[in-house]
């Protein structure tokens, strides 16, 4: 867990106390919209088709049970009773009042959560690997430098105001599951030949309209020097950045057109004029916020407990342990996701009796601690192995113990046009047809590893882009047709996936899905080759075959 | 569907209506031949020419306190002048969300 200080408590209140003012003066009609929309978006507050939204920041997927029954609380308090978590590690509410916001915002703040770098043209959350601080053969522990980065960006005058929004993701692990290359500042944390740690920096990455994965900029920058390096990049962006197109905007154009020898040169040439500046890390700062973060006191547990022994002999559990149950650094403890992607549900949901829910359950079994990934599921990092078989009991009548992580219907959606102004087409009822059609846990596992995202537009929150099956909303004649890819992936070896063919119909997309993973099952040379392995293989062809063959 | 932004030149094709979110609450609502708003579409002013359409949104883009983000939008008008939302997105809008089985 990590212990906010006073100075961010006391700014926390007084942004709270600053909106509840804005929103008084905007209600009054003093604060025009026009005048209110940058104030608003600040403090994580969109405008949807139905609603305000609100978009909360959970940094580095790090929430104590305290702060997930205070999310619970806005859900039911000011909200419909639920919440929907994100690729970005944050919370959306869908359905807040603007007037209620200021109240919202406050009972938040009274435990340290806040909407700051949730939206707007500045540096947003730093996201980290959820599973940071418990991941077998970590570097260490990459909150720590998100948590520098983050105090660091918060409200400073080069991270406010940038030509367009600024996304920087860490990863400490051999396996990214931050998705480090789709963002404008990837950092590996790794270390060099004399043992010394630091950053391997990667710049450019995005999706969107015009998709790119992160190039390599610097293969290893020494941690002291991490708020320097990324300052330099902001100022070469910041000087070079074009604030006449918004499309162009993005860092990643920028590399594009520069190309990554040319904006390498300028950033260090830029971050040689700042070398020995006030941004160098002091080892008495980095271990500051080292100590905020704090660990569990683990015991001396056995790598295999009776209780689990026994119930290995239950395949229902077994099927979930193996699932959603990943190996902890410390011996006798475990990782467990819980998967947010019931089957028929819309991906990433939760009600505040769930939250309650696994607050309490955390309490119990994870030393009070909850973590939100990427994929839009939430995970207990620190589940002692002898408590498995209760909390896979207590989980599962919470809805919460479906065992399809990472597989085909662990589906990642943005909300699409059910609630987004910017949507063409709607996602989050074909994420549900989809689960159904593979709601059978035997196929879905025989199937393996396959990652689908849906977004409803080009905007790309829900990752299509890299998605193993990628779903793109498209508008044709009033009607809702959806492009599709393949070969994605988001990880380590991200590439964009390849479109197959003409978009197809609202109707045929899950018949399409299916033909797609019913040719991938009669490719692959053996049960171990993962889908995007034989696509990798094979290429597009004869899935594209499969497909519009009959259409 | 159509960007509220692409609106700026207006030129409607049929029956119409100016549609917006109301401020303190963000809930859809529907610009009344009074002058005010109703979430309810049946309420709605209905203008059928290009330039009515442009005299009622500038009256309520005007009425910034009320709703924001006016825009017009198509409606149909059925059978006993029942009128239906023009496409799927100002359905949505109006009948909410097409997802079956809410968490909740
Ligand atoms: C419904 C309200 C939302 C709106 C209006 C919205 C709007 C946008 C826009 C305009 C962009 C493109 C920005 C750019 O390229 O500069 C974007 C990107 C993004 N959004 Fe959203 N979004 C919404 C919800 C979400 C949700 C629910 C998620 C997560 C599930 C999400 C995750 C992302 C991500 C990850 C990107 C970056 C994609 C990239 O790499 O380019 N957004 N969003
Ligand atoms: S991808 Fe498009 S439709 Fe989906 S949430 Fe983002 S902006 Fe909205």
Redesign the pocket.
């Known amino acids: 867990m990590y212990a906010y200080d006073e100075l961010d408590r006391t700014l926390i209140n007084e942004r709270v106390s600053e909106f509840r003012d804005q929103v008084k003066r905007r209600l009054s009609g003093e604060l025009t919209e026009d005048e209110f929309k940058m104030l608003r978006l600040q403090n994580g507050v ?1 405008l ?1 088709l139905h609603a305000y ?1 609100f ?1 909360v920041a959970i940094p580095y997927g790090t929430l104590s049970s305290k702060q997930l029954r205070r999310l619970a609380h806005v859900a039911r308090r000011y909200d419909r009773g639920y919440g ?5 590690q ?1 919370i ?1 509410f869908n359905w807040i009042k603007l007037a209620e916001l200021p109240d919202a915002l406050s009972d938040l703040a009274e435990v340290g959560i806040h909407a700051m770098q949730t939206s707007g043209n500045n540096m947003r959350n730093v996201t980290s690997d959820q599973w940071a601080g418990v991941a077998p053969g970590e570097v260490e522990d990459p909150r720590i430098w998100s948590e520098i980065l983050r105090q660091h960006t918060t409200l400073h005058p080069e991270f406010s105001f940038l030509p ?2 600024f ?1 920087i993701a860490i990863t400490a692990s051999e396996h990214d599951r931050a998705a480090i290359k ?2 404008d500042i990837g950092l590996r944390l790794h270390k060099n030949a004399d043992g010394e740690t630091g950053f391997e920096v990667l710049v450019g ?5 015009t ?1 790119f994965i992160a190039k390599t900029i610097k293969p290893f920058v020494h941690g002291r020097d991490i708020l320097s390096y990324v300052e330099a990049i902001l100022r070469v962006y910041n000087q070079y950045g074009r604030r006449d197109n ?1 499309y162009k ?2 860092i990643k154009i920028l590399v594009h057109e520069l190309g990554i020898e040319k904006f390498a040169r300028e950033v260090d040439e830029e971050w040689r004029q700042m070398s020995d500046s006030a941004l160098t890390l002091d080892h008495s700062v980095i271990d500051e916020v080292r100590s905020r973060f704090s660990y569990p006191a683990y015991e001396k547990l056995p790598h295999m407990p009776d209780e689990l022994k026994q119930a290995a002999h239950d395949p229902l559990f077994e099927r979930w342990r193996k699932n959603s149950v990943a190996p902890h650094k410390v011996q006798g403890y475990s990782i467990v996701t819980l998967s947010l992607k019931p089957v028929g549900g819309p991906p ?1 949901d939760a009600t505040a009796d769930q939250m309650d829910a696994v607050a309490d359950l955390a309490d119990k079994y994870s030393f009070g601690e909850i973590r939100v990934g ?1 994929e ?1 599921n939430l995970a207990l990092p620190h589940v002692a192995k002898r408590d498995l078989p209760q909390l896979w009991k207590a989980l599962d009548r919470l809805g919460l113990a479906t065992p399809n992580v990472n597989l085909v219907t662990d589906i ?4 699409g046009l059910d ?4 949507a063409n087409a709607r996602s989050i009822p074909i994420a549900q047809e989809l689960t159904r059609r593979f709601a059978n846990h035997d196929t879905a596992d025989m199937i393996g590893r396959l990652h689908i995202n849906i977004s409803g537009c080009i ?5 299509h882009h890299v998605g193993h099956i990628g779903i793109l909303g498209v508008e044709k004649n009033g009607e809702e047709f959806y492009q599709i890819t393949i070969g994605g992936r988001a990880d380590e070896n991200a590439q964009m996936g390849v479109l197959i063919g003409p978009a197809v119909p609202y109707a045929e997309v899950a018949d399409v899905i299916e033909d797609i993973v019913e040719a991938y099952l009669a490719l692959r040379d053996r049960p171990e080759e993962l889908f995007v392995d034989t696509v990798k293989r094979l290429g597009v062809e004869p899935f594209k075959e499969r497909v519009y063959a009959t259409r | 569907m159509t960007s509220p932004l692409e609106q700026k030149k207006i030129r409607i094709m049929g029956p119409s209506v100016v549609t917006a979110n109301r401020t303190w609450d963000g809930a859809v609502v529907y610009r009344t031949s009074e002058q005010g708003w109703s979430t309810v579409l049946s309420d709605a002013a209905i203008v059928s020419t290009s330039d009515d359409a442009r005299a009622l949104l500038a009256e309520s883009v005007a009425d910034d306190v009320g709703a924001v983000g006016a825009y017009i939008a198509p409606v149909e008008i059925k059978e006993g002048g029942v009128i239906k939302p023009g496409n799927l997105r100002e359905h949505i809008r109006s009948k909410g969300l097409t997802i079956d089985l809410l968490p909740a």
């Open positions: 969109y949807q939204m978009r929907h978590f994100t690729t970005r944050n959306q367009r929004k996304k789709i963002h990455g995005g999706l969107g309209r998709p918004i905007a993005r990433g990427h839009q990642i959606a943005c909300p609630y987004c102004s910017l905007n790309a929150c829900g990752h």
